[in-house]
């Protein structure tokens, strides 16, 4: 089994501006996932830019990139321009790992990609990870998924859910059900043709309502399939603090090795 990791990468965001070109570690934020990629054993890892300053950053490494319109909706369609302009097969499995994930784990990347490869009836595949506290289910940061018997995404939400009406809301550090609160991780793999259909489907209410992109797939009554870890990787960089997180991470990683 084989498959292509795709990175989108957009140099605007909302709360921490250019973040995928900040350092982390001596390198940018960008190439630190790009790594994460590669080592996950994917065959091709490209990464997908909206502006020519990212691919201007990521010269030195030698990595491949694909400059992409910037006015995409949300980065699954920009995947969907750069499967095009790769000339990428239909049957092609492509793994989406955001461009603030640079501690995503390798092996994580790629059984994503190895569920969709082994479930021929679906075109999308994702991950997750269980909620152990209170706190983190009702954070709306904090993207939350219901599952089916057969591991398929039931519905994605900020708020929390399912709702346990008998014992909710809980005292702080309440811990909870094992097995029935999970966390959704922005990773996922496609197969290249049901990219292509997802970019060109409009924009679901849902989707705008949650400001989700993947309930695009579920308001077209198509399943999800759904890997469930056990341990869960850190957060990716949205924010300062994050930022500050990560980087203390990197620098402790560092002084370990050395």
């Not at 054993?41 to 992409?68: H, S």
Request: hydrophobic share 45%; with cysteine.
């Amino acid at each position: 089994m084989s498959f292509t990791v795709l990175i989108p990468a957009r140099l605007a965001s909302t709360r921490l501006p250019g973040k995928v070109l900040l350092p982390i570690g001596e390198l940018p934020m960008i190439e630190q996932v790009r790594r994460r990629a590669l080592a996950s054993g994917a065959l091709r890892v490209v990464v997908a830019a909206d502006d020519m300053a990212i691919a201007a950053a990521l010269e030195p490494f030698g990595a491949e990139v694909v400059l992409t319109a910037a006015d995409h909706r949300c980065g699954s369609e920009r995947l969907a321009e750069a499967a095009s302009i790769l000339g990428l097969g239909d049957e092609e499995i492509i793994v989406n790992l955001q461009g603030d994930e640079p501690q995503m784990p390798p092996q994580l990347i790629a059984q994503v990609a190895h569920l969709l490869s082994r479930s021929p009836d679906l075109g999308v595949t994702t991950a997750a990870v269980p909620i152990q506290s209170w706190e983190e289910l009702q954070d709306p940061h904090s993207v939350k998924v219901v599952l089916d018997t057969r591991g398929r995404a039931l519905y994605f939400s900020r708020a929390p859910i399912p709702w346990d009406r008998e014992h909710f809301p809980l005292p702080p550090g309440s811990p909870l059900q094992p097995g029935v609160f999970w966390r959704h991780l922005g990773l996922y793999a496609y197969r290249v043709a049901f990219l292509r259909d997802y970019a060109a489907w409009p924009q679901a209410q849902l989707e705008q309502v949650e400001s989700l992109e993947q309930l695009r797939i579920l308001a077209q009554g198509l399943p999800m399939g759904v890997y469930c870890a056990q341990e869960s990787p850190p957060a990716g960089v949205d924010t300062p603090a994050d930022l500050a997180r990560v980087r203390a991470a990197f620098s402790c990683s560092t002084a370990q090795e050395s």
